[in-house]
């Protein structure tokens, strides 16, 4: 079907889909852009596939080395602007990637020395056994790990470590229920507050930073900023609702986690690695380096030492890094062959206020979100946004007012969690006993509702104050 679709809209006229003036190559990337859209929202194949395949398609039918046939006998006008090779290939080594794969690195030495499961010990102990707070403890936990680690890793650890709690209700419990679903929900709202929390945040820093798209010299500490006090909020208004929606029956739950005592010589250097690793993130305006270099040196330290091998490195989650990488790869193609800049003038981006525009992205992000991957729906919505945004004649070139809608677009694609598909997390949680795709939608639709408010409220009250 995804074939099928494509090649008909590649063969359609493009006047009859309202772009008239479109280049061949703009009509042969669109076909691509629609291929992409069906796989990722059937998931025909692992998503990851689908972005591998988006990245050949584009390098033999829109790039500078494409197939011949395609580009012999045709002026230039008419076939329109080809994309450089270089460019789509270098997507698999672009900065972002390199990043992820430094947060990689550190939640993988931290699971193998048990570096993760002492702080979720640490964390949890001061709690107590009240279940409102083993839930708040749980919570915290898993948002405070999804900051540096994979959601989908964290999702795992933490529900490995709330298994014996949840071995020891009844069959049935009812209270099995919210200690599941507050596990992937703090999950995707942890990842919002560091750029390596999810890979929509990569995306969203690429844009930030791009000299060629907005050049806003984003750092790590300013994204920190921004979104540690939202996801700490969220978080906390997500346990509330959860207590309301699915109150407890047993007042008291037993905590029995299990630390290893062995490798403590090991756990240290990866702790010392971690939170030096931290804090030259969060300081990074002040010591030189940038955050893509400085993520890049706990695999360094790990594999000098010994601590990351080659099992290490066989498991990391290579498949989520191609994701990203074809992602990448549509963004530049849409760009350079200007197909974006012929479907932003489909909408009257120009005409809208400031917060209109920034709703409108948001609440699309969030519904595409909700049904196909979070990374997916961000790299289709914020390869549009930056040349939405400086077509807006009521934004200006307003720096702050710019960061702060593609800032709101990416909380978006973290609030989407209403359905066991719309995020690895919630698939996780989904395969447990108990949790029902009704009441996963239920909690996900209604915190993502609520987290919607409080995203456009706190970035409308800093950046839109001067022009609602």
Same mark, same amino acid.
């Given at each position: 079907?995804?074939?099928?679709?494509?090649?008909?809209?590649?063969?359609?006229?493009?006047?009859?889909?309202?772009?008239?003036?479109?280049?061949?190559?703009?009509?042969?990337?669109?076909?691509?852009?629609?291929?992409?859209?069906?796989?990722?929202?059937?998931?025909?194949?692992?998503?990851?596939?689908?972005?591998?395949?988006?990245?050949?398609?584009?390098?033999?039918?829109?790039?500078?080395?494409?197939?011949?046939?395609?580009?012999?006998?045709?002026?230039?006008?008419?076939?329109?602007?080809?994309?450089?090779?270089?460019?789509?290939?270098?997507?698999?080594?672009?900065?972002?990637?390199?990043?992820?794969?430094?947060?990689?690195?550190?939640?993988?030495?931290?699971?193998?020395?048990?570096?993760?499961?002492?702080?979720?010990?640490?964390?949890?102990?001061?709690?107590?056994?009240?279940?409102?707070?083993?839930?708040?403890?749980?919570?915290?936990?898993?948002?405070?790990?999804?900051m540096f680690m994979n959601n989908t890793a964290t999702t795992a650890l933490?529900?490995?470590?709330?298994?014996?709690?949840?071995?020891?209700?009844?069959?049935?419990?009812?209270?099995?229920?919210?200690?599941?679903?507050?596990?992937?929900?703090?999950?995707?709202?942890?990842?919002?507050?560091?750029?390596?929390?999810?890979?929509?945040?990569?995306?969203?820093?690429?844009?930030?930073?791009?000299?060629?798209?907005?050049?806003?010299?984003?750092?790590?500490?300013?994204?920190?900023?921004?979104?540690?006090?939202?996801?700490?909020?969220?978080?906390?208004?997500?346990?509330?609702?959860?207590?309301?929606?699915?109150?407890?029956?047993?007042?008291?739950?037993?905590?029995?986690?299990?630390?290893?005592?062995?490798?403590?010589?090991?756990?240290?250097?990866?702790?010392?690695?971690?939170?030096?690793?931290?804090?030259?993130?969060?300081?990074?305006?002040?010591?030189?380096?940038?955050?893509?270099?400085?993520?890049?040196?706990?695999?360094?330290?790990?594999?000098?030492?010994?601590?990351?091998?080659?099992?290490?490195?066989?498991?990391?989650?290579?498949?989520?890094?191609?994701?990203?990488?074809?992602?990448?790869?549509?963004?530049?193609?849409?760009?350079?062959?200007?197909?974006?800049?012929?479907?932003?003038?489909?909408?009257?981006?120009?005409?809208?206020?400031?917060?209109?525009?920034?709703?409108?992205?948001?609440?699309?992000?969030? &519904?595409?979100?909700?049904?196909? !991957?979070?990374?997916? *729906?961000?790299? +289709?919505?914020? #390869?549009?946004? =930056?040349? $939405? /945004?400086?077509?807006?004649?009521?934004?200006?070139?307003?720096?702050?007012?710019?960061?702060?809608? &593609?800032?709101?677009?990416?909380? !978006?694609?973290?609030? *989407?969690?209403? +359905?066991?598909? #719309?995020?690895? =997390?919630? $698939? /996780?949680?989904?395969?447990?006993?108990?949790?029902?795709?009704?009441a996963m939608a239920k909690v996900g639709f209604l915190i993502g509702a609520?987290?919607?408010?409080?995203?456009?409220? +706190?970035?409308?009250?800093?950046?839109?104050?001067?022009?609602?």
């Amino acid at each position: 079907m995804a074939i099928a679709v494509a090649l008909l809209v590649w063969m359609t006229p493009p006047a009859w889909y309202g772009i008239p003036d479109m280049s061949l190559v703009e009509r042969r990337m669109m076909a691509i852009v629609i291929y992409a859209i069906i796989m990722w929202l059937t998931e025909a194949v692992p998503l990851w596939t689908t972005s591998i395949s988006i990245i050949v398609l584009m390098l033999a039918l829109v790039s500078n080395s494409s197939f011949t046939f395609l580009v012999e006998g045709v002026d230039d006008y008419t076939l329109g602007h080809l994309v450089n090779y270089h460019d789509i290939m270098s997507t698999f080594a672009d900065p972002v990637l390199m990043l992820f794969l430094g947060g990689f690195t550190l939640a993988a030495a931290a699971s193998s020395v048990g570096l993760d499961t002492a702080i979720a010990k640490g964390l949890l102990k001061p709690l107590g056994d009240k279940s409102e707070g083993v839930m708040l403890g749980f919570m915290i936990v898993t948002a405070t790990l999804s900051m540096f680690m994979n959601n989908t890793a964290t999702t795992a650890l933490m529900l490995s470590v709330a298994a014996p709690i949840l071995r020891s209700l009844p069959y049935k419990s009812q209270d099995k229920l919210p200690l599941t679903l507050c596990i992937p929900i703090s999950a995707n709202i942890g990842g919002i507050a560091t750029p390596i929390g999810t890979p929509a945040n990569m995306i969203a820093l690429h844009y930030l930073n791009d000299p060629g798209k907005l050049d806003m010299d984003f750092t790590y500490g300013d994204w920190m900023f921004y979104m540690l006090p939202l996801s700490v909020f969220l978080v906390f208004i997500s346990w509330l609702l959860l207590l309301w929606l699915f109150p407890f029956q047993h007042k008291n739950l037993s905590l029995d986690i299990q630390v290893a005592e062995e490798n403590k010589n090991t756990r240290r250097i990866v702790a010392i690695t971690f939170f030096v690793t931290l804090g030259m993130w969060i300081f990074e305006p002040y010591i030189g380096l940038n955050m893509y270099v400085i993520g890049l040196m706990p695999l360094a330290v790990f594999s000098l030492s010994g601590i990351i091998g080659r099992a290490e490195v066989r498991y990391m989650n290579w498949e989520i890094l191609w994701l990203v990488a074809g992602g990448l790869a549509l963004g530049v193609g849409m760009d350079q062959t200007q197909l974006a800049h012929h479907l932003v003038k489909l909408v009257p981006f120009s005409e809208m206020e400031p917060w209109m525009l920034s709703m409108v992205a948001g609440l699309l992000c969030f &519904v595409i979100s909700t049904f196909i !991957s979070n990374t997916a *729906a961000a790299v +289709l919505i914020l #390869s549009v946004l =930056p040349m $939405a /945004l400086t077509a807006n004649t009521s934004v200006g070139g307003d720096t702050g007012l710019m960061t702060m809608v &593609v800032l709101g677009v990416t909380v !978006s694609a973290s609030l *989407a969690m209403a +359905l066991p598909v #719309s995020t690895a =997390p919630n $698939a /996780l949680a989904y395969a447990n006993e108990g949790v029902t795709q009704k009441a996963m939608a239920k909690v996900g639709f209604l915190i993502g509702a609520v987290g919607l408010v409080v995203t456009f409220l +706190l970035f409308g009250y800093l950046s839109f104050a001067d022009y609602i």
